[in-house]
T-cell receptor, first 114, second 113 residues
Framework: AQSVTQPDIHITVSEGASLELRCNYSYGATPYLFWYVQSPGQGLQLLLKYFSGDTLVQGIKGFEAEFKRSQSSFNLRKPSVHWSDAAEYFCAVVTSYNTDKLIFGTGTRLQVFP | DVKVTQSSRYLVKRTGEKVFLECVQDMDHENMFWYRQDPGLGLRLIYFSYDVKMKEKGDIPEGYSVSREKKERFSLILESASTNQTSMYLC????????????FGEGSWLTVV
């Protein structure tokens, strides 16, 4: 069965530090992969997506993610975190290309200290 | 910009009440979704619809039903609300023509007392 694992429930970093959020997926075919961010009390905003092609994907707000098929991973990175990046981050995979059904990981809450 | 609007941000309902959560999108998307979000569980798909009057069960459909009479509107119905349905509900929409990107509303917080 398809699944997405985010092994880190909660991460704390200092402002200006680099960030990597982990995501592993289980999916037989070529996946469509997404990272979403959710600020407190808000809906989800798309950060970036991978469908095919270049395995390093650039997104909004200075985020990037790298698709590694051999490791079944799609980790999110940012070289220098800002206090406004504090939020919850969700990795997701589409399981049906016709209907865009998403399976989400359980999320990683990011806390940023000044 | 795509707009997915959930009409009610915060609701408090009593056990046994019938609850309607409404969602409207303005981009003529054929796919619409209802997710439920709970701490530590991420988002779980309740129902989705890929066309008017079409619906399919997601991973946790028990206790819920949906209605899609018009393309832009997708309603989630709790026939008899229970306390374990207290949660954040998120509506989303997508289209093949939007690059399969899924757009989310801001969510509806439902408390059942």
């Amino acid at each position: 069965a398809q699944s997405v694992t985010q092994p880190d429930i909660h991460i704390t970093v200092s402002e200006g530090a680099s960030l990597e959020l982990r995501c592993n997926y289980s999916y037989g075919a070529t996946p469509y992969l997404f990272w979403y961010v959710q600020s407190p009390g808000q809906g989800l905003q798309l950060l970036l997506k991978y469908f095919s092609g270049d395995t390093l994907v650039q997104g909004i707000k200075g985020f990037e993610a790298e698709f590694k098929r051999s490791q079944s991973s799609f980790n999110l990175r940012k070289p220098s975190v800002h206090w406004s990046d504090a939020a919850e981050y969700f990795c997701a995979v589409v399981t049906s290309y016709n209907t865009d059904k998403l399976i989400f990981g359980t999320g990683t809450r990011l806390q940023v200290f000044p | 910009d795509v707009k997915v609007t959930q009409s009610s941000r915060y609701l408090v309902k009593r056990t046994g009440e019938k609850v309607f959560l409404e969602c409207v999108q303005d981009m003529d998307h054929e796919n619409m979704f209802w997710y439920r979000q709970d701490p530590g569980l991420g988002l779980r798909l309740i129902y989705f619809s890929y066309d008017v009057k079409m619906k399919e069960k997601g991973d946790i459909p028990e206790g819920y039903s949906v209605s899609r009479e018009k393309k832009e509107r997708f309603s989630l119905i709790l026939e008899s609300a229970s306390t374990n349905q207290t949660s954040m509900y998120l509506c989303a929409s997508s289209s093949r023509h939007s690059g399969n990107t899924i757009y989310f509303g801001e969510g509806s917080w439902l408390t059942v007392v």
